[in-house]
Nanobody, 123 residues
Framework: QVQLVESGGGLVQAGGSLRLSCAASGRTFSGYAMGWFRQAPGKEREFVAAISWNGGNTFYAESVRGRFTISREHAKNTVYLQMNSLKPEDTAVYYC????????????????WGQGTQVTVSS
């Protein structure tokens, strides 16, 4: 079992930056691929970014590529999402997820999920 807790959300103006964190506990964090997803009001959850277990592979949704960066720090059992040049359309609840298989995260799924953190971008 893996427990995930997101933090770092908040209110920011368009063009600003935020860094989200996802702290993992439970089973060995380093063995899991991790991902970030988001869900805006009235919309389905969508994939944002994925990182492989060793950080060697990353993948981004087209809508965030070049603006967001996913990274992980094994010593702290934490994965991050650095979000720059934020736009109002980035407003959503952001969730992190973990799965033993990287391609599962890339396909938009995961075995373990956090509770989410709200990101609001004002225009």
């Amino acid at each position: 079992q893996v427990q995930l807790v997101e933090s770092g959300g908040g209110l920011v103006q368009a063009g600003g930056s935020l860094r989200l964190s996802c702290a993992a506990s439970g089973r060995t964090f380093s063995g899991y691929a991790m991902g970030w997803f988001r869900q805006a009001p009235g919309k389905e959850r969508e994939f944002v970014a994925a990182i492989s277990w060793n950080g060697g592979n990353t993948f981004y949704a087209e809508s965030v590529r070049g603006r967001f960066t996913i990274s992980r720090e094994h010593a702290k059992n934490t994965v991050y999402l650095q979000m720059n040049s934020l736009k109002p359309e980035d407003t959503a609840v952001y969730y992190c997820a973990a799965d033993a298989v990287y391609s599962t995260i890339v396909r938009g799924r995961g075995n373990y999920w956090g509770q989410g953190t709200q990101v609001t971008v004002s225009s």
